[in-house]
C-alpha cells in the first residue's frame, strides 16, 4: 500500500482524484460525497506522482510523474484510461525542486 501524495477537487466539489508514489501506484477519482471509488486510471510512472491538477470544467486532469524521470500526464476523464499525452520533462528544465 503507498501513501497518497497528491490529490484535487474538482470546481464543482463533485468528485476528487488522488495519485499515489511508489509500487503500483495509482489514479483514482472518487466521490466527494459518499468517498467510494467512481474510476480507476493507468498509471504510466513507475514510481508514481507528485503534483496534481484538474481543468476548471472537470473534464481534464493533469500530473506530473515522480523522480528520477518527470514526465506530464494529460487524462480525459470521459476518455480513455490511458493519458491523452505523456510529454518527458529533462530535470533540468523543472524551474521548482520538489
Request: hydrophobic share 40%.
Amino acid at each position: 500500500m503507498n501513501i497518497i501524495t497528491c490529490s484535487a477537487v474538482s470546481q464543482d466539489k463533485t468528485f476528487i482524484i488522488t495519485a499515489d508514489k511508489g509500487e503500483n501506484a495509482m489514479i483514482i477519482k472518487w466521490d466527494a460525497h459518499t468517498g467510494d471509488p467512481i474510476r480507476t486510471f493507468a498509471n504510466m510512472s513507475p514510481n508514481g506522482h507528485i503534483a496534481i491538477d484538474i481543468s476548471y470544467d472537470g473534464r481534464f486532469v493533469a500530473l506530473l510523474s515522480a523522480e528520477p524521470h518527470h514526465a506530464l500526464y494529460i487524462y480525459d476523464l470521459e476518455g480513455e484510461d490511458l493519458p491523452l499525452i505523456e510529454n518527458s520533462i529533462e530535470h533540468d528544465k523543472l524551474k521548482h525542486q520538489f
